[in-house]
C-alpha cells in the first residue's frame, strides 16, 4: 500500500503501511540532501505556498528548503502582518490564494481544525504545519524517522514524551503516530500540563520523571509554551527545571543508549539541560532538523504525485 | 362550536393519556374532548369546520422556552416573521424569547418594541424574557418590576453567568418579592472561559480547550445555595450532565422553587458528533460524552429535569465558516424540535404524553401561560402530526434565515401536519 491520501492534515487518519511508505521516501532524501548536488525535479513546475498565520521560523525554513529543493516555486505569505488583520476570513484568505492556483499549500494555525476547514476549500494539497493543539504532522514523521535511523526500528520501544504536552500538537501526533506503530509510551509532566483524559489514549503517564524514564529508549522532551499559558499551569520555571527538567541525573536511570530529542526552540535550563542538549553522544536534536527537510521533501513528493494522478484519472 | 379535530390520537400531557378521539373547539379555545364513540354532527351542518385529523396524533402545541429571534439587532439571522413562520412549522405555538439580543432586552421600552414587532410579524404566540441585570453585564439589576408589568415572563442574563455571587443573591431576592421567575445558565465561569468543548478523549485529541463536566455542577450548587437563602423562583436553562443532577434532586426534595430544562440537542447528539471540527455541532455548553445524554434522558423521562426546548440559536454562515474555537455558538431548532425529540419516543425511552409535558405543559405552567394543555377551557393551540412520516432533513428548506442546523442530512421521522394557534391554522404542509 502507498500514500494516498490527497492532503497531510495529521497523522490520525494514517495507516501503519502510508507512514512507513513515507518514511522510506524521506530516508532516500536524506541520501540527496547529503551529497554535493541537492537537487531533484520531482516538483519541478509546480507551486508550493507557505502560509503560517503563527510565528514559525524552523518548520517555515525547512519547508522552503524542501520545496526549493525538489524544483518548486515557493512563495512564503506571513499571514499575521497581512489581510487578516484587515478582517479577512480564512475561508476568503483561502479562496484568494486558490484562485492563484497553487498545488502545495503549506499551513500553520493557532486554532485546532483551522488546516481542515481551509483543506475543505481549496484544490490543491494541503499539508498542516501545525494547527492549534491538534496536530504536527510533519514533526512526528520526523521524530519518527530520526528514531528509526537512530535505534534500527519503530516498533517496541520504550518512548517517554515529557513536559508540556497539554499544548502540544507535537505530543498529539507523535502518541498517534508512535502508538499505531506499536511502541510504548509514556507521558511524563505536571498533572496541570497533561490532560486526564490522555491517560486514555493508550499510554501511561507520570508525574515523575525518574519513574517515567526507567528503562526509556528514548526520551523526547517539549518546550515549555509560555505563550500558550493563560495562568498558573506551574508554580515557576526553576521549580518545573528542578522536578521536570532534563539533566544527565535523571537520564541515568534510561537505558545506557536512549536517544535525547527535543522539536525546538529549547528552553534551555527550563526543560533541558544544555550541556546534554548538545550531548552528541545522547542528544539527537540536531539530526532531527535534518530529517524534517527530508521528510518534508517525502511528504510533498508523494502528494505531488497523487496531484498528478487525480489529474490524470 | 366552530371546529371539530375528528378521528385524532389525543395526546394528553396533563392526564399523561393518549387516547383516540375528537376536540371541539369554539372562539379559539378547546369546548370539549369527545370520545371515539361519540356521535358527531352531521356532514352538513354548516356552522361546523370538520378536520380529518386521519388518525394522527393532536397534540397541544410545543411552549419553546428560549427562543433567539434576532430582534433587534440581528434581523439578518433571524426576524419575528421568520422565527415564527419556523415554530408554526415545527408545531411550536409559542415561542419564549430570549433576552440575549443586541441591544439586550433590558428596559420596558426595548420590550416594548420588541412586544410590538412580534405581534406585527409572527403568526404564533409568543412571551418575552427580559435580561437580569442591565447590558447583561452582571453588575446593576434591570427594573424588574416594570418589565413584569410590561409583559417579561422571566428574566435571565442568558448564558452569561452572573459571577458575582453578591449581585446574583440580590437580584434573587428582588425579583423573589415580586414573584418573578429567575433562568440562569449554570457553569463554572472561571472553568468555562475560553473553552469549546467538554473534556474527554475526544477533545484531546481534536487539541480543543474543553471544561470539565463538573463546571455546570459547581454553577448549579452555588445557584442553589442561592436560591435556599433568598426564596426564590429558580430555573435552570440547561442541565445537560451527570454530575449536576443529584444536586438537583436534593434541592427539589428540599422543597426548593428549581425546575430545570435541556435543549435538544443535548439529548439527542454528543460529543462525538463535532467529528471533523462541524462547527454547527458548537453549542453552549459543549455537548456532552454519551454517559451524560443518557443520564439527561432519564432525568427527563423521571421528571426531575422539567422542560425540553430547542435553544433556537440563529447563526448566519460567516459566524460559523471558521476555526471551531473561533465559530460561534448555537444552533437553529424550532423546526427540529419535535422530529428529534420523537427520537426519544422511537427509541422507546419516553412516550408521547410525556414528550408533550416537557415541551409544552411543564414551560407553561412555569410560566404562567395558559397553554400546553388539552383540556374544555385551554387555547387552542394545537399540533397535528404524523410521529412516523419519515425524511431526510435538507437544511435549506428551513423556513429560519439562518440554517445552522445539526440535523442536517439526519434522517428523521415525524412530520407536523398542521399547527393552529388560538383555532387559527397557521401552517399547513
Known amino acids: 500500500m502507498t500514500y494516498r491520501a490527497r492532503h497531510l492534515l495529521g497523522i490520525e487518519p494514517l495507516h501503519p503501511t502510508e507512514i512507513i511508505t513515507l518514511l522510506d521516501l524521506a530516508d532516500s532524501y536524506v541520501d540527496l540532501n547529503r551529497q554535493h548536488k541537492k537537487r531533484s525535479d520531482v516538483l519541478a513546475g509546480l507551486t508550493q505556498v507557505n502560509m503560517f498565520f503563527e510565528n514559525s521560523t524552523r518548520t517555515q525554513a525547512s519547508f522552503e528548503l524542501a520545496g526549493k529543493r525538489l524544483g518548486a516555486d515557493v512563495m512564503n505569505m506571513s499571514m499575521q502582518a497581512s489581510s487578516i488583520k484587515k478582517g479577512e476570513t480564512l475561508i476568503d484568505t483561502a479562496m484568494t490564494l486558490n484562485a492563484m492556483h497553487p498545488d502545495l499549500l503549506v499551513v500553520r494555525h493557532p486554532h485546532s481544525g483551522a488546516v481542515n476547514l481551509l483543506a475543505e476549500k481549496v484544490n490543491c494539497a494541503v499539508l498542516n504545519a501545525g494547527d492549534g493543539r491538534h496536530e504536527h504532522p510533519t514533526q512526528a514523521l520526523l521524530d519518527a524517522l530520526t528514531i528509526r535511523r537512530a535505534k534500527g526500528r519503530l516498533h517496541r520501544l520504550n518512548i517517554a514524551i515529557c513536559g508540556d504536552i497539554a499544548h502540544s500538537r507535537v505530543a498529539r501526533s507523535n502518541i498517534l503516530l508512535l502508538g499505531k506503530l506499536e511502541n510504548r509510551i509514556r507521558l511524563i509532566g505536571p498533572p496541570t500540563l497533561i490532560p486526564g483524559p490522555m491517560a486514555e489514549m493508550g499510554v501511561e503517564v507520570y508525574d515523575d520523571m525518574r519513574e517515567g524514564l526507567s528503562g526509556c529508549d528514548v526520551v523526547m522532551m517539549l518546550r515549555l509554551q509560555k505563550e500558550r499559558m493563560d495562568g498558573g499551569f506551574i508554580p515557576s520555571e526553576r521549580e518545573y527545571y528542578h522536578r521536570y527538567g532534563l539533566d544527565s541525573e535523571k537520564l541515568s536511570v534510561a537505558k545506557p543508549d536512549a536517544i535525547v530529542m527535543h522539536p525546538g526552540p529549547m528552553n534551555r535550563g527550563v526543560e533541558i539541560d544544555g550541556t546534554l542538549a548538545d550531548d552528541i553522544n545522547r542528544s539527537v536534536i540536531q539530526e532531527q532538523v535534518e530529517m524534517g527537510v527530508a521528510v518534508r521533501m517525502a511528504a510533498m513528493d508523494l502528494l505531488a504525485q497523487n496531484l498528478r494522478a487525480g489529474a490524470a484519472a | ?429
Not at chain 2, 13 to 31: K, M, N, S
Not at chain 2, 173 to 183: E, F, P, Q, R, T
Open chain 2, 1 to 429: 362550536m366552530t371546529q371539530l379535530f375528528h378521528n385524532a390520537r389525543l395526546i394528553d400531557p396533563e392526564a399523561g393519556t393518549e387516547t383516540r378521539g375528537h376536540l371541539a373547539v369554539d372562539a379559539g379555545q378547546i369546548t370539549a374532548i369527545l370520545p371515539e364513540a361519540a356521535p358527531l354532527p352531521p356532514d352538513r351542518f354548516p356552522l361546523v369546520q370538520r378536520i380529518d385529523c386521519r388518525g394522527l396524533c393532536l397534540a397541544p402545541g410545543i411552549v419553546d422556552l428560549g427562543v433567539k429571534v434576532g430582534e433587534p439587532g440581528e434581523r439578518h439571522k433571524e426576524s419575528f416573521k421568520t422565527a415564527g413562520r419556523a415554530a408554526a412549522a415545527g408545531g411550536v405555538t409559542t415561542m419564549i424569547t430570549r433576552p440575549d439580543t443586541l441591544t439586550p432586552i433590558d428596559s420596558p421600552e426595548t420590550l416594548e418594541f420588541v412586544t410590538r414587532r412580534g405581534l406585527d410579524a409572527s403568526p404564533v404566540r409568543f412571551a418575552s424574557m427580559a435580561a437580569l441585570t442591565k447590558g447583561r453585564a452582571g453588575q446593576e439589576m434591570v427594573e424588574i418590576g416594570f418589565l413584569k408589568d410590561a409583559g417579561a415572563v422571566a428574566f435571565t442574563d442568558g448564558d452569561h453567568v452572573l459571577e458575582n455571587s453578591r449581585v446574583f443573591s440580590r437580584c434573587l431576592s428582588y425579583a423573589g418579592a415580586l414573584g418573578a421567575l429567575v433562568i440562569a445558565h449554570p457553569q463554572d465561569p472561571g472553568l468555562s472561559r475560553g473553552t469549546a468543548a467538554t473534556s474527554g478523549k475526544f477533545a484531546v485529541l481534536r487539541g480543543l480547550p474543553a471544561v470539565s463536566p463538573m463546571a455546570e455542577r459547581m454553577g448549579l450548587e452555588r445557584d442553589l445555595a442561592l436560591v435556599e437563602m433568598t426564596g426564590a423562583r429558580y430555573h435552570a436553562d440547561q442541565v445537560t450532565t451527570r454530575a449536576a443532577l443529584p444536586a438537583l434532586r436534593r434541592a427539589k426534595d428540599a422543597g426548593l422553587d428549581v425546575t430545570a430544562g435541556v435543549s435538544i440537542h443535548h439529548l439527542t447528539l454528543n460529543a462525538l458528533d463535532v467529528g471533523d471540527y462541524r462547527t454547527f455541532f458548537k453549542i453552549k455548553p459543549p455537548l456532552r460524552d454519551e454517559e451524560d445524554r443518557l443520564a439527561v434522558v432519564e432525568a427527563l423521562r423521571d421528571g426531575l429535569i422539567d422542560t425540553l426546548s430547542s435553544y433556537h440559536t440563529p447563526q448566519d454562515e460567516e459566524s460559523k465558516r471558521l476555526p471551531f474555537e473561533e465559530a460561534a455558538s448555537g444552533a437553529v431548532g424550532l423546526e427540529t424540535l419535535l422530529p428529534a425529540a420523537l427520537r426519544l419516543y422511537h427509541a422507546g425511552v419516553m412516550d408521547l404524553p410525556g414528550l408533550f409535558r416537557a415541551m409544552a405543559l411543564n414551560p407553561a405552567r412555569r410560566l404562567n401561560l395558559p397553554g400546553g394543555r388539552l383540556c374544555p377551557g385551554a387555547p387552542a393551540d394545537l399540533v397535528l402530526f404524523d410521529p412516523d412520516a419519515p425524511f431526510v432533513l435538507d437544511r435549506f428548506t428551513l423556513q429560519s434565515k439562518s440554517k445552522n442546523t445539526p440535523f442536517d442530512g439526519a434522517r428523521l421521522q415525524g412530520r407536523v401536519q398542521g399547527t393552529w394557534v388560538g383555532g387559527t391554522r397557521v401552517f399547513a404542509p
